[in-house]
Every structure is written in C-alpha cells, then in structure tokens.
C-alpha cells in the first residue's frame, strides 16, 4: 500500500506535460528551403552544362542576383519568427493554454494526495469499519489515479495538436505574403537562411529580411484594425 501511496505522491506535473513546449517553426521552413536549395542547385548546374562557355564567361561578368537567370533573395526565418507580431501573438496565446491545463493537473493531484494521505491514515489506525470499505477505497483512489495520467496524456496532446496548427497558421501567412511581395519584384526563389539551415552562407546583398518583416507587420496591423 505504502508503495502504491507513493506512486501517488510522486505525481509531478513537471513530467513531461510540455515535451513539445519549444516551438519549431524555423524547422518546418529549414525542409521547404532545403527542397528549394537542392531545386536550385539541379537548376544551376544542368544549365551550366548546356552552355556555351564564352556565354558562361559573359553571364559571370555580369552576375547580380542572378545564375543563369534565376533571381534569388532570402530571409533570415530567426528573425522573422522573433519579431513577426503574429507569431508572438499566437505564442503567447499557446502559453496562455498551457498555463491553465498545468494549473487543472495540479490542482487535481493535489485533490488526490489528499485523498491517498487520508486513506493511509485510516488503514494505519483501522478506522474503516470492513476491509471491503478500504479495499473500495483502495479502487477508488487507483481509479482517481488512472484519470490523473489520462488527462495529463490529454492536456500533452491538445498542446501538440494546438502547436502544430499555430505552425500551419504562421507558415501559410508569411509564405502567402512573400506571394504577394514577390508580384513586384519576380523573384525565381526567396529561400531562408537560419541556424541549422542548408544554407551555410548568403551574401548580405540578397538579404530582404527587414524589407519582409516590416511589411508583414504591417499587414498584420492593419488587419487586426479592421
């Protein structure tokens, strides 16, 4: 019983209830570029092959941001998911959910250690009347048990399930702005650069990171005033 009771009371909330707390939306970007990159390079280099080397010499001369006529830029994807409004908005939001599943658990842990150290407490000075009344008791608090694992298992998968969607809904906004930015400017591949990235190297001349997150601030704004 002692054993049992101690199982109980070792409960931890701290368990793992936020194994997938940190959010890896930078990953989720590092794939869809790493795709691109490899896009790009067979690009590159099947057209390097079918060209005339003094045309090769000639398109070198006047290298801009452009290979064979592929225009590139990138973003910094640290950046835009640190100070991208949306992205802290929903942030918060998940935290704020978090908050209050963790704070439901504890408080029912508490109820059933309460509950374990009062049922301890009567088998140690016999005050149930029957063993059948302590071993309904016993039943009971196991069941109270099994419910406490369950709904840590719940809370952990609703935060996974809430994480992604929060993923989904970032990613589809910046990808479908970067749409609307590159009309203007006809861009063949707006990649990312970011710790961990592909992209082990990008001349600061294509880097259109500012110009990208001040213009989806700014959108961002201007929706939330609508």
Do not use: C, H, W
Not at 20 to 32: A, D, G, P, Q, R
Not at 75 to 92: F, G, H, P, R
Not at 93 to 115: A, C, I, R, V
């Amino acid at each position: 019983m002692e054993e049992k009771e101690k199982k109980i009371i070792d409960n931890n909330v701290s368990d793992n209830l936020m194994k997938n707390k940190k959010l890896n939306i930078v990953l989720l970007f590092n794939l869809i570029l790493f795709i691109g990159l490899i896009i790009l390079y067979v690009l590159y280099f099947y057209g390097k092959r079918e060209t005339n080397p003094k045309e090769l010499i000639k398109i070198n001369k006047n290298l801009n941001y452009s290979t064979n006529s592929i225009s590139i830029a990138f973003i910094n994807a640290d950046t835009i998911m640190s100070n991208y409004e949306l992205v802290n908005k929903l942030q918060k939001n998940l935290e704020s959910q978090k908050d209050k599943m963790e704070n439901k658990f504890l408080e029912e842990q508490k109820k059933l250690k309460k509950d374990a150290a009062k049922f301890q407490e009567k088998v140690q000075y016999g005050s149930f009347l029957t063993q059948e009344d302590a071993k309904k008791e016993q039943q009971r608090l196991l069941q109270k048990q099994q419910e406490l694992y369950n709904l840590k298992e719940n809370f952990t998968q609703q935060l996974m399930d809430k994480e992604t969607q929060m993923n989904l809904i970032i990613q589809d906004s910046i990808i479908n702005f970067l749409k609307r930015y590159n009309k203007n400017y006809n861009y063949s591949y707006i990649l990312g650069s970011s710790r961990g990235s592909g992209i082990l190297y990008a001349n600061k001349n294509f880097d259109i990171t500012q110009e990208i997150l001040t213009g989806i601030n700014k959108e961002y704004k201007d929706s939330q005033q609508k």
